[in-house]
């Protein structure tokens, strides 16, 4: 071999390694709930305790039963960018959570629609008056989502203007299972005009939750 076809062969290999080293996605799995999704590989897992702390305003871990994971596509990532109105770059969050028999019983899609931040009509009115700060929404999709096994939801994508004037982009799944026991929640936001720089990557999260009825 030539020392020149060497060189190339060469500089080959190392591309072909680091390609190796370096997968485009990473793979997020809840055997247990049987829920699953993937992530850019570049995004980073946010620690369990700093996030529950922020969904749950001080608390370090989940209340029995709830599963969630949180990444974040910013270079510099923090739990806080779950409700940030600044956030750069996409950030993603999902959530298992049990129903009380209740909760089970009077389930609908609406229910789903309001499960992180308030989207139908009478729950946007309703939060209003409770003082909700979000402001001048904006329903960009909703649609209803049956992929099998009795597992349905919906997905809904929608803007809202934070005190600070960012507008941000919020893109949800919300499914239940076969029979209503569980909520499973996947959030991906960050200002609209990361929403639109991040357009695929976005889709490629979205599209890639799976939740399997047990």
């Not at 996605?25 to 702390?53: C, R």
């Not at 029979?179 to 599209?207: F, G, P, R």
């Amino acid at each position: 071999m030539s020392r020149g076809l060497a060189g190339l062969w060469l500089i080959s290999l190392v591309v072909m390694v680091s390609a190796c080293g370096a997968p485009p996605y990473t793979y997020v799995t809840n055997s247990a709930d049987q829920a699953y999704f993937e992530v850019p590989g570049a995004w980073h897992k946010i620690g369990d305790a700093a996030l529950a702390n922020q969904l749950h305003k001080g608390s370090t871990s989940e209340p029995s039963g709830v599963w969630s994971v949180g990444y974040d596509g910013s270079p510099a990532p923090s739990a806080a960018h779950v409700f940030d109105s600044t956030s750069p770059q996409p950030f993603a969050f999902a959530l298992v959570e049990p129903l009380s028999a209740t909760a089970s019983n009077t389930m609908s899609y609406n229910q789903l629609r309001d499960l992180f931040l308030p989207v139908t009509s009478a729950t946007r009115q309703s939060a209003v008056r409770g003082g909700f700060p979000l402001t001048q929404f904006r329903l960009l999709r909703d649609t209803v989502l049956t992929p099998g096994q009795g597992v349905h939801g919906v997905r809904v994508t929608f803007n809202y203007t934070f005190p600070d004037g960012s507008t941000d982009t919020f893109d949800q799944v919300a499914f239940t299972n076969a029979d209503s026991t569980k909520v499973y929640l996947l959030v991906l936001h960050c200002l609209a005009t990361c929403y639109q720089q991040h357009q695929n990557e976005i889709e490629t999260v979205i599209s890639s939750f799976t939740v399997r009825s047990s």
